[in-house]
Every structure is written in structure tokens, then in C-alpha cells.
């Protein structure tokens, strides 16, 4: 079987990538679905507020994995791993086992071995998603050139929109696990202090300028350890899949708070991520390289293999009483630092990562207008409004509903689901 991807290598393949394979499960083969067999992404459900339950993604359906573990159909370790309603014990498994826990449940689905009525599986739209992992510590990233390039041309002019150390070292700072939330759950407006480039002294107030960040969340399953640094290759490896991610943003706040330290507030009221991790084994065949580099960069970081994946990534608007309208196109393969080097420098002071830890990937623009990854470009920080159907947006209003979508297309689809979330209105202050 040859690569069927933009980057993929032979040697990067093995039957779970075949695009021959079709499952007996009601809409798996469909061309225009997320889920055929050849993803099979992990999440966590419950039917009729019962308890949590392992799933797995499959046309229209999710495989109760907990289900069959329980029944001695899959076992990927000596004791249970998919009865705690949360996929951080499987994730903490090596690799190997998560490589050889879905080549089993792929021949469990195939459609050449025939219905298996000992699989219980379940419609999506008749459960509840929830939060799949247990966050440990959730990193965003910066990575971005196009999106860095923009926001600094906006507030420090064109001959100074990257700062020196951008070009050589993926930045990013600490967020905050515990408003990390599953597509669907509402955002409240955050409140915060507020000043003007007019005012004397800051107010607090309801943020006036919420935004959105379109962006790759990467998943930690193999830990490391405290001390020790990763190499480009292992922090790969340790990867276990990817999420759907919004880092929604608080722009007034942030200017008037993130100097010297960065952002606090202003990202700390909710990240929303979409409920389904697709592995990463599942998008080896559409790797795809980082861009050329502007500067080299220090050996740590180098890559031997191509880290970024062609992900087509979409956001829609939806103001409340509206039809959702497009306002972004755009690819995860503009990003200038691969999820591996974001992870590698994260540990290179030795830090320890662990399993469970969320890497933001930084807001995802590409190089034209219609694909930027945030109003604040998008509408140049509110100069240009976007017309989105009978109404205009600079930022986002109250009732407002934001989808993000992505999938990767070569001999097949594997799509992310939705990862979507509507701007509720603010608390009152304390």
C-alpha cells in the first residue's frame, strides 16, 4: 500500500490506513463523513444522563468500547482501562498498545467480517459528549507566522511585527486546565479590567472586544520526565492525538494586562475543544513539512520528518436568529512550528509532561485575507466589520454561536467533528 496523503511515507502505513477497507457500520463509507474506519477517534460519552463511557467514532454510530472491554473483546492492558469515563489511563499505555488497540477495533468494524452483534453501538445524536480527558496543564502556543506577522503589524507597525526571538523559538505561555470545556458548553462573557488608550484609569466591565482563535489542540499520552529534555522524534511519538481547539479571547483585556508577563484574564474564562481526538496515527498519511525557514534554527528543533499535517480548517459565525455564514478558510500546514517542536521545547528546561497536558497551537491563519484565524484580523481590530448575512461583526455579541470544522482529504476523509460554543452574557461584577 502505497502513501495516500500529501506527505505520508510507506513506511508510515499499515492496514488500519488502507482505503479499501469499509466497515459495516450505517454511514462509515459515506465520502462527505468525518468518521470512516479508516479515524476512528476517541471520546467519552453517556446515553440519558447515565454514566460515562469510552467511545469510538464510526459513521453515524460510536462503538461502546467500555462495553466491549467488559466483554473481552478488546483488552489493551492485563487490568481495565476504559471504565473510569476518561481516556487518560488507556493514553498513559505506550504506543504500541494504542497502535494495536485500534487495529483491533478496525477489524472488529471491517466489513469483511460481518456485523458483529456482541458490539454495542449507540447513534451519536441520541448521547451527551463530554469532556474526553482529564486536562492536567494546557499550553498555548504562538506558532503561527501569518497570524504573529499580522497582530504585530497591527500594534507595533510593519518593521517590527515579529519580535527577534519569534523566528527562532516557539512561544507560548501557561493557561488554565480548568476552563478547558467540550464543544457545545456556553462561554460566558468574562468581565475584566478595561483601559482605553483615552482613559486615566482602568474600569472594570464586561469585555467589548471577544474574539475567537482557531486553532490545533494536541494531546500529551506518553509523559516525560522531569529533567530530562525530548527529541523532535520522541515528542511525536508521544503524541497521542488532536482536538479541534478555540482559545476565546478577551482583547481589551489583554491589552491592558499582558505586559510584562502576558496573557492572564483575557484567556482564562474558556478554551473550547471539539469532543472527538483523532489519533495520530490515524493522520499519518497527511503529514506534511513545516514552511521554509526564515532563520535556521538551533539543532533541538530540527525535524527529519514532516510534523505538520494538510488539515483544511473552516469557522462559521452565527448570530443569534441567523444562519451560520464562513468567514475562514484555512490549513494547519501554514504553521511555522510542528506540534512536535512545540512539544520539544516545552520539555527542553525539563519540564515534565504529562499524560493529559493540551497543547494550544496558536491561532491558525493562512496567507490571504479569508484565511485568518481571529476577528481581530479578520476585521483588522474592528476597522473593517464582517457582513454576516443582515447583520455586521467586528467581535463577537451576546447569543453569537461559533463552529469550527476540519478535515483531511486524500483516498478518504478523516474529519474532527464540530467543535462549536455561544457567547453567553456576562455575570454581574463581585
Not at 462503538?63 to 472491554?69: N, P, R
Request: net charge negative; aromatic share 8%.
Amino acid at each position: 500500500m502505497g502513501p495516500i496523503g500529501p506527505g505520508a511515507e510507506v513506511s508510515d502505513l499499515n492496514a488500519t490506513h488502507d482505503p479499501a477497507r469499509q466497515s459495516w457500520v450505517a454511514g462509515a463509507n459515506d465520502p462527505a463523513g468525518d468518521f470512516p474506519i479508516q479515524n476512528l477517534p476517541w471520546g467519552v460519552f453517556s446515553v440519558d444522563g447515565g454514566v460515562r463511557r469510552i467511545g469510538v467514532a464510526i459513521g453515524d454510530m460510536i462503538l461502546d468500547v467500555t462495553a466491549a472491554e467488559a466483554a473481552g473483546l478488546i483488552a489493551p492492558a492485563p487490568v481495565p482501562v476504559f471504565d473510569q469515563g476518561i481516556l487518560n489511563p488507556f493514553m498513559a499505555l505506550p504506543p504500541v498498545a494504542w497502535s494495536d488497540t485500534r487495529a483491533r477495533i478496525a477489524n472488529l468494524l471491517d466489513a469483511a467480517t460481518g456485523e458483529r452483534p456482541d458490539l454495542v453501538l449507540v447513534r451519536q445524536d441520541k448521547v451527551r459528549m463530554h469532556l474526553p480527558i482529564f486536562v492536567r496543564s494546557f499550553t498555548d502556543f504562538y506558532a503561527s507566522r501569518e497570524h504573529a506577522t499580522n497582530v504585530g503589524t497591527m500594534f507595533r507597525g510593519p518593521d517590527n511585527a515579529l519580535m527577534p526571538n519569534w523566528l527562532h523559538i516557539p512561544i507560548g505561555y501557561n493557561g488554565r486546565a480548568s476552563t478547558v470545556v467540550v464543544s457545545g458548553t456556553g462561554i460566558h462573557r468574562p468581565l475584566g479590567q478595561i483601559k482605553g488608550p483615552q482613559d486615566d484609569l482602568p474600569r472594570l466591565a464586561p469585555s467589548a472586544k471577544l474574539d475567537i482563535e482557531l486553532e490545533l489542540g494536541t494531546i500529551v499520552g506518553t509523559p516525560s520526565t522531569m529533567g530530562q529534555p525530548l527529541t523532535t522524534a520522541q515528542a511525536y511519538d508521544a503524541i497521542f492525538g488532536y482536538v479541534l481547539l478555540n482559545d476565546w479571547s478577551a482583547r481589551d483585556i489583554q491589552v491592558w494586562e499582558y505586559q510584562p508577563l502576558g496573557p492572564f484574564q483575557s484567556k482564562a474564562f474558556g478554551t473550547t475543544i471539539s469532543p472527538w481526538i483523532v489519533t495520530r496515527e490515524a493522520l499519518e498519511p497527511f503529514r506534511a513539512p513545516t514552511p521554509a525557514r526564515i532563520q535556521p534554527l538551533l539543532p533541538y528543533l530540527e525535524e527529519a520528518t514532516p510534523n505538520n499535517f494538510d488539515i483544511n480548517l473552516s469557522v462559521a459565525l452565527a448570530p443569534e436568529g441567523h444562519r451560520a455564514v464562513t468567514i475562514s478558510n484555512t490549513n494547519y500546514r501554514h504553521m511555522y512550528y510542528s506540534a512536535a517542536q512545540q512539544l520539544t521545547h516545552h520539555a527542553l528546561s525539563g519540564c515534565a509532561m504529562e499524560t493529559g497536558d493540551l497543547l494550544g497551537s496558536g491561532t491558525i491563519s493562512g496567507p490571504t485575507p479569508d484565511s485568518l484565524g481571529s476577528l481581530l484580523e479578520l476585521t483588522w481590530n474592528g476597522r473593517d466589520p464582517l457582513k454576516i448575512g443582515r447583520v455586521r461583526r467586528t467581535f463577537l455579541h451576546d447569543g453569537d454561536r461559533v463552529d469550527i470544522t476540519g478535515y483531511c482529504r486524500g483516498d478518504y476523509r478523516i474529519g474532527f467533528g464540530l467543535c462549536s460554543g455561544t457567547i453567553l452574557p456576562a455575570a454581574s461584577p463581585p
